[in-house]
């Protein structure tokens, strides 16, 4: 079973920065896709950006232009750099690994959480 | 982008009974390789989402054969053929056809 682990969540002022980090038990390029999913306390998920194994980053409206994913293919992990944080972006961040047909796998969650 | 639209929003089950839910999208998922990505996900109270479904009618690996996915174009639905206590949570729809992918709102299946 894959495991996928994330850390770097916790609490910020509005306008701060954090770096999420995600460690995949497999590699992150042997998956079509990696990727952030956010919930928000008592709501739904929201997909906030994903990489394909060939490099190409995709954002959701709400996160363009302050959030950047990366990834370091040697330590199989991907990040999550977010700046200019608002009130809106506390949630759960949830780190997915994404191998289509050969599984998606989850890790278990870090809170980010943005006072104002 | 492609709403996901589910019901029922919350769905009570006796123990053994069957259950369905239904999932609606704004645009066809049937992407130009001719696959459909479309998924279901679960989630437990207190846990992070598990897939259960993958292109409309694929279980993943571990998910009982109770559970199973049908549709196409643009509407699907998951069915529970006999609910168990473990199968309480949020039961999400999920696309990939195009992004930002999106998810349903979610169903709530409780136990009655």
């Known amino acids: 079973e894959v495991q996928v682990v994330e850390s770097g969540g916790g609490l910020v002022q509005s306008g701060g920065s954090l770096r999420l980090s995600c460690t995949a038990s497999?590699?992150?390029?042997?998956?079509?896709?990696m990727g952030w999913v956010r919930q928000a306390p008592g709501k739904g998920l929201e997909w906030v950006s994903i990489i394909h194994r060939g490099g190409t980053t995709l954002y959701s409206d709400s996160v363009k232009g302050r959030f950047t994913i990366s990834r370091d293919i040697s330590k199989n992990t991907l990040y999550l750099q977010m700046n200019s944080l608002r009130t809106e972006d506390t949630a759960v961040y949830y780190c997915a690994r994404n191998a289509r047909d050969l599984g998606h796998h989850w890790g278990q969650g870090t809170l980010v959480t943005v006072s104002s | 982008d492609v709403v996901m639209t589910q019901s029922p929003l919350s769905l009570s089950v006796t123990l053994g009974q069957p259950a369905s839910i239904s999932c609606r999208s704004s645009h066809s998922l049937v992407y130009s390789d001719g696959d459909t990505y479309f998924n279901w996900f679960h989630q437990r109270p207190g846990q992070s989402p598990r897939r259960l479904i993958y292109k409309v009618s694929n279980r993943d690996s571990g998910v009982p054969d109770r559970f199973s996915g049908s549709g196409s174009g643009t509407d699907f639905t998951l069915r529970i053929s006999r609910v168990e206590a473990e199968d309480v949570g949020i039961y999400y729809c999920m696309h990939e056809v195009q992004w930002p992918w999106t998810f349903g709102q979610g169903t709530k299946v409780e136990i009655k």
């Open positions: 497999e590699s992150t390029v042997n998956c079509d896709f």
